[in-house]
T-cell receptor
Framework: DADVTQTPRNRITKTGKRIMLECSQT?????MYWYRQDPGLGLRLIYY???????NKGEISDGYSVSRQAQAKFSLSLESAIPNQTALYFC????????????FGPGTRLTVT | QKEVEQNSGPLSVPEGAIASLNCTYS??????FFWYRQYSGKSPELIMF????GDKEDGRFTAQLNKASQYVSLLIRDSQPSDSATYLC?????????????FGRGTSLIVHP
C-alpha cells in the first residue's frame, strides 16, 4: 500500500462548488503539506502543518482552507471553486527526525469548469 | 523572497551522454538542497540531496554544490531514455525554524535513443 494517499485522484467540479481533497499517510510523519502544480510554474505551497494543532499559510493560501484532523490526515478545501484553481494538487509529508525529505502523494487532478 | 531558478528546457541529450542540470538559489541561508525527478503526470520523487560544498555521487547521479556561487547542479552519466522526466531543484533553509523547501520550476530532460 502507498504511504501517502490522496482522494479523489481526479475531480471535475463547477464554479462555486465546495470541494474537499483528502490526504492520508501511514509514514508516521509529523509534517504535512499541500502544494499545487501548474504547467511551467513548478510546485507552490498552499498550506502546511507541523502537528495536529498547527496550521500555517503558504505562498498561495487565498481561496483555500485546511484541516489537520489527526496526525495522519490533512485535508484541503476549496470553499467556492473557481476555474483558475484548476491544477494538479499534491500532498506531501516529512519527518523532523530525518533529512526533511518530502514524500509526495500521487496527486489529485482538479478541473473547475 | 526566496527563489530557486532553473532553465525550463527541454534539455535534449543522446542516450549514453552526460546530462547536466543546473539550479541557482537566492537565499544564502539555504543549507540543504534536493533534486527530485518527476515523470509526466506523476508525483516528484527524491533522487539526491546535498548539504556540503563539493560533489556527492550516487550511482549514475552526481550532485554538485557551490555555496559561494549559490549554485547546485545534477549530472546524470550514461543517460537512458528512462531518465526522460522533469527534474525539480529545491533549496531549504532554516528561516523561522520552518525548514520549508523552495522549489524551482523544473527542467525537462529528454534522452533520445
Amino acid at each position: 500500500d502507498a504511504d501517502v494517499t490522496q482522494t479523489p485522484r481526479n475531480r471535475i467540479t463547477k464554479t462555486g462548488k465546495r470541494i474537499m481533497l483528502e490526504c492520508s499517510q501511514t509514514k508516521g510523519h509529523d509534517r504535512m503539506y499541500w502544494y499545487r502544480q501548474d504547467p511551467g510554474l513548478g510546485l507552490r505551497l498552499i498550506y502546511y502543518s507541523f502537528d495536529v494543532k498547527d496550521i500555517n499559510k503558504g505562498e498561495i493560501s487565498d481561496g483555500y482552507s485546511v484541516s489537520r484532523q489527526a496526525q495522519a490526515k490533512f485535508s484541503l478545501s476549496l470553499e467556492s471553486a473557481i476555474p483558475n484553481q484548476t491544477a494538479l494538487y499534491f500532498c506531501a509529508t516529512s519527518d523532523t527526525r530525518e533529512i526533511h525529505e518530502q514524500y509526495f502523494g500521487p496527486g489529485t487532478r482538479l478541473t473547475v469548469t | 523572497q526566496k527563489e530557486v531558478e532553473q532553465n525550463s528546457g527541454p534539455l535534449s541529450v543522446p542516450e549514453g551522454a552526460i546530462a547536466s542540470l543546473n539550479c541557482t538559489y537566492s537565499d544564502r541561508g539555504s543549507q540543504s538542497f534536493f533534486w527530485y525527478r518527476q515523470y509526466s503526470g506523476k508525483s516528484p520523487e527524491l533522487i539526491m540531496f546535498i548539504y556540503s560544498n563539493g560533489d556527492k555521487e550516487d550511482g549514475r547521479f552526481t550532485a554538485q554544490l557551490n555555496k559561494a556561487s549559490q549554485y547546485v547542479s545534477l549530472l546524470i552519466r550514461d543517460s537512458q531514455p528512462s531518465d526522460s522526466a522533469t527534474y525539480l531543484c529545491a533549496a531549504r533553509g532554516v528561516s523561522g525554524g520552518s525548514y520549508i523547501p523552495t522549489f524551482g520550476r523544473g527542467t525537462s530532460l529528454i534522452v533520445h535513443p
